[in-house]
């Protein structure tokens, strides 16, 4: 994917993706789980002694199947919440 700048990430990214480069997003795929916090989530996450965290990975795809994104979030369980809502529509 070509480069994104900041103009454009303070946009929208996914704009810029559809719109710009003409890319359909099709699907994304999301797994939660809950893992035990590593050494790096020590350092950069105020933990207040929580030992696990639930971590939310996503990868989402074009119309082709091909991976445009890949993201990966880490939540203290105690400030954690999650909600979903499924809308079934023709892609």
């Not at 710009?20 to 939660?32: F, H, N, P, Y």
């Not at 950069?44 to 091909?66: E, K, R």
């Not at 369980?77 to 999650?82: A, Q, T």
């Amino acid at each position: 994917m070509p480069s994104v700048s900041t103009a454009i990430a303070e946009r929208s990214i996914y704009q810029y993706i559809e719109g710009d480069l003409g890319l359909r997003i099709a699907t994304s795929k999301r797994t939660i789980t809950g893992e035990r916090a590593n050494a790096r989530d020590r350092e950069v996450l105020d933990l207040d002694g929580v030992d696990y965290l639930a971590v939310v990975s996503s990868q989402t795809f074009d119309t082709q199947g091909i991976l445009i994104e890949c993201t990966q979030s880490r939540h203290r369980l105690d400030l954690f919440c999650f909600r979903d809502t499924a809308v079934r529509q023709k892609v």
